[in-house]
């Protein structure tokens, strides 16, 4: 059984910063091998990719609603990975979940993800 936990989540003033973390564990997960993608949902909207990254960490992904500010990277040893979120705004408010997949890449695509996180909770107050 694999489990990806998001942590990181919390209450940040605009133009503040979070970093958020998704610990993978399982007997028969390896981080090698896997992409890997932040989602956000917030409420009464679609979720959203945020970023991806290969499994090698030379491919990403960035939306264009958060380029120059998100900044996506893995430690494959830890089998985590992170999202460092800069200038945040109050529209980013949501549920940011992060998911995995054994295709390697860094799709953007959310039903090439097969293992998902519980999400962790953004707000960002004005």
């Known amino acids: 059984q694999v489990q990806l936990v998001e942590s990181g989540g919390g209450l940040v003033q605009a133009g503040g910063s979070l970093r958020l973390s998704c610990a993978a564990s399982?007997?028969?997960?390896?981080?090698?091998?896997?992409?890997w993608c932040w989602f956000r949902q917030a409420p009464g909207k679609e979720r959203e990719s945020v970023a991806a990254?290969?499994?090698?960490?030379?491919?990403?992904y960035y939306a264009d609603y958060v380029k120059g500010r998100f900044t996506i990277s893995r430690d494959n040893a830890k089998n985590t990975v992170y999202l460092q979120m800069n200038s945040l705004k109050p529209e980013e408010t949501a549920v940011y979940y992060c998911?995995?997949?054994?295709?390697?890449?860094?799709?953007?695509?959310?039903?090439?993800?097969?293992?998902w996180g519980q999400g962790t909770q953004v707000t960002v107050s004005s």
């Open positions: 990254i290969s499994w090698s960490g030379a491919t990403t």
């Open positions: 399982g007997r028969t997960f390896s981080s090698y091998g896997m992409g």
């Open positions: 998911a995995a997949t054994r295709s390697g890449s860094s799709t953007p695509y959310s039903s090439e993800y097969g293992y």
